[in-house]
């Protein structure tokens, strides 16, 4: 499973009271104090880097269908909409959900969009997707590889994902500070999640290493099309 009974409360608990805190994060910069702005610059850049990569492998026309997993306020679902694609969105969080629901309503009042209250490994879909989404995930699954395993069976093409690197500082920091939040987090090496990759059979994949993370292609091959 993803989470251990006990890390998904711990998880889930830390979203569902920082649901505001956390979606102001992605505000416009004239919108934010001195401080946020100065916290941008020093420690976010991945978090921004990762948006604008994911919406360049999104806005393709292969892609049609996308699963955002753990899609928390809706800020990336905004922008798959924008661009005319059918998206799915779930998340444990329902503070989170309340806020992505109402903003992608404004912003895209035609859009076709479902939201999904849950935890995704224990969520059976009717469909497949073309394309699955993982920003900021992995960082509290204990169990990367299942949760890899299952989107093999829910994704047609390609999954896109994020994975904070173990050999970071600030990260190191960032898991201290968590602790006293009673929230669990884990990091990566390069050399792990390939061996991740290789367990689950798929050998065609990117890693592009950022400051303080790992972006994740995974292209996968249909089981419609073995």
Request: charge should be neutral; charged fraction near 30%; proline fraction near 2%.
């Amino acid at each position: 499973m993803s989470f251990e009974s006990n890390d998904k409360d711990k998880v889930k608990s830390t979203f569902e009271s920082g649901a505001q805190k956390f979606d102001r994060i992605y505000d416009h910069s004239e919108n934010k104090s001195v401080f946020n702005r100065w916290l941008d610059r020093s420690f976010r850049q991945d978090m921004y880097l990762r948006f604008e990569r994911t919406l360049e492998n999104i806005g393709t026309n292969e892609i049609h269908s996308i699963l955002d997993v753990g899609c928390g306020s809706g800020r990336y679902c905004i922008e798959y909409l924008k661009m005319g694609k059918k998206v799915v969105g779930i998340d444990m969080a329902s503070n989170m959900l309340k806020i992505a629901q109402k903003s992608c309503y404004e912003a895209a009042p035609d859009g076709e969009i479902e939201f999904i209250s849950g935890n995704y490994m224990e969520h059976q879909f009717e469909q497949k997707f073309d394309a699955a989404v993982l920003m900021g995930l992995f960082d509290y699954i204990e169990d990367a590889e299942s949760m890899l395993k299952k989107l093999k069976t829910d994704v047609n093409k390609l999954v896109i994902a994020s994975f904070p690197r173990s050999d970071n500082l600030p990260n190191k920091i960032r898991k201290f500070r968590y602790f006293f939040k009673n929230c669990p987090l884990y990091f990566y090496s390069r050399e792990q999640l390939e061996r991740i990759f290789l367990s689950i059979g798929v050998d065609n994949y990117t890693i592009k290493q950022t400051d303080r993370e790992y972006f994740v292609k995974l292209h996968l091959k249909s089981t419609e099309q073995v």
